[in-house]
């Protein structure tokens, strides 16, 4: 383990139970002092254990970051397990040019956002068309990063929301595509295959039952599907139209891939120019995040914090809980693209990591969370550094006294975290209502709340397209920073890879058929499956 580690392990640990509160009565201007801001969002880290000393040295673990965001900028091949460039910037940058192996890739990126707008266009004006007429309903069949964005960002950005009817279909459970297709017309639906590989299971699964449904209702089912891949073999060969195939490079990652056609179900549902604006949101963070000096570099600072928590504190998870009830998807978002990049436990150079790798990512929107399971956040024995975030607007005017006690509850969280009620203050409150003796005490022991729970909060004026962009550009960098002093790939997936290889496996011993090699259990479950089913 590297010297700084250890240096920042012994300071928290001199810590000892130094208390956040502490910290604002020694710094009357530690509130104004420790925010971190970037074209009108505000990142508050005041209400956490970070004080000048740790974040002097925090600052120290930021050192490397500088060069190898450079480098992912610029084209280079850093994502190394698999030989490829990091470049979903480039797809946000439409004005710049990359050069990738002695070729400006940027033409061609800025053909295939023309390409995906016209066709949005007209999806949504009546130009393309169902063989029973305007396009009413498009389903996104996609799952992981092929998902996850567009579902989330078509449900953030609601009310911008002019175009068809967008559903997403992505688990490979019959339910999903079952329930999704139930009700609507084929003729007039618009089918988006979504996968970079055009080889997922789930996906190509789903693909194929929405081409039997449609087989039969419509003469040409074909002429309604789309493709967004990186393999236009695959999709010659799945009899889609090159005209409706939006291919994309393999330097565009699966969970990063939402500011390309894998957007275009979020493009049809707003619109392209709003889709631009949430384009020119993450432009906006990414100029940000190559200019600002570290200590005023949010995506930096989201990321020290992060590892503040996790690998200093040692606290395992990490809620994100959004006051907003449209970014009821963001914490699943999250999952994926902090999970999947940095759930790792090998270095880039293949030793063993030294460090914990980061934290279980998982969440709700407020205020829903607080009535299951914030119980635990305030008075259970782990603690759980909390993210929240609050638009100071909410979007509907004429319901502002909504949005006054959704904000009221979001502070209200952070400074109760914060501030605890110590048992001498639960004891009054017991006693003036009437209680003395040993039940006063035991009742008032119930009722103490330890505080000293740190959180952060991330402001912004309005959730729309712009700051929709911002937050998740702002995300994707907080887990590259992460990924660079924790001297990880934040870019591959091997971990995934098992267990889709073993359900490969497994599914003949499902069909009452010998599949030697699988262990006892799983022989026994699939026999279970067998004679429930019979
Ligand atoms: O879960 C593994 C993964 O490869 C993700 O990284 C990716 O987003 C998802 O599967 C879907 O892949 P594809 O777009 O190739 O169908």
Redesign the pocket.
């Known amino acids: 383990m590297t010297e700084i580690w250890k240096r920042l392990g012994d300071y928290r640990d001199a810590q000892g139970d130094l208390r956040i509160s502490d910290l604002f009565a020694s710094n009357a201007k530690r509130a104004e002092d420790c925010v971190t801001s970037a074209d009108g969002m505000v990142f508050d880290w005041s209400k956490t254990t970070i004080d000048a000393g740790a974040i002097e040295l925090l600052l120290e673990l930021a050192a490397p970051v500088a060069l190898r965001r450079d480098a992912m900028f610029s084209g280079e091949r850093i994502n190394e397990t698999e030989d490829r460039a990091v470049l979903h910037t480039a797809l946000r940058n439409l004005e710049g040019s990359v050069i990738v192996e002695g070729q400006d890739v940027m033409p061609m990126v800025r053909e295939t956002h023309r390409r995906m707008s016209d066709f949005a266009r007209a999806v949504r004006d009546g130009g393309f068309v169902g063989q029973g007429g305007r396009i009413t309903d498009v389903v996104n069949i ?5 998902d996850l964005g567009p579902a989330m960002a078509t449900r953030a950005l609601s009310p911008w929301h002019d175009g068809p009817r967008v559903h997403f279909v992505s688990n490979v459970d019959g339910a999903d595509i079952a329930d999704t297709l139930k009700g609507l017309d084929p003729a007039t639906t618009l089918i988006i295959v ?7 299971i789930e ?1 190509m699964t789903n693909a194929e039952t929405a081409r039997n449904w449609m087989t039969g209702a419509v003469t040409a089912p074909a002429m309604q599907f789309a493709a967004l891949s990186s393999a236009s073999g695959k999709t010659a060969e799945w009899g889609i139209d090159p005209e409706r195939v939006f291919g994309f490079e393999d330097w565009v ?3 990063y891939s939402m500011w390309g056609p894998i957007g275009l179900s979020l493009m049809i549902a707003i619109g392209p120019e709003a889709f631009d604006r949430f384009l020119a949101g993450a432009l906006a963070m990414d100029r940000h995040f190559r200019s600002a000096p570290d200590a005023e570099n949010l995506p930096v600072m989201l990321a020290l914090v992060g590892i503040w928590h996790n690998q200093i504190c040692g606290y395992g998870t990490r809620a994100v809980l959004p006051y907003d009830n449209r970014l009821a998807r963001l914490p699943a978002y999250l999952q ?1 693209l902090e999970m ?1 990049s940095n759930g790792k436990s090998v270095a880039m150079d293949g030793s063993d990591l030294e460090i914990v790798s980061g934290p279980v990512i998982w969440g709700e929107p407020g205020t829903n969370g607080q009535h299951a399971f914030y119980q635990l956040i305030h008075q259970g024995t782990q603690i759980i550094p909390c993210e929240f975030m609050l638009a100071a607007r909410g979007h509907e005017p004429e319901l502002a006294h909504h949005h006054l006690l959704l904000a009221a509850n979001c502070l209200a969280q952070s400074e109760a975290l914060m501030r605890g009620r110590s048992l001498d203050e639960a004891r009054a409150l017991m006693r003036a209502k009437g209680l003395e003796g040993a039940e006063l005490e035991r009742q008032a022991r119930h009722r103490v709340f330890p505080g000293n729970r740190p959180s952060t909060t991330l402001l912004f004026p309005e959730l729309s397209p712009f700051t929709l962009g911002q937050i998740v550009a702002l995300y994707e960098h907080r887990v590259f920073v992460e990924g660079v002093i924790l001297g990880i790939n934040s870019f591959d ?1 091997w971990g ?1 890879e098992l267990g889709k290889e073993l359900a490969l496996k497994v599914a003949p011993l499902l069909e009452g058929k010998s599949a030697p090699g699988h262990d006892p259990s799983t022989e026994h479950l699939a026999k279970l499956v067998l004679q429930m089913r019979s």
């Open positions: 996609g799952i992981g990063g092929s979504a996968s970079k590989t055009f080889t997922t996906t990652g699966g969970r994926q999947e997936q995934v």
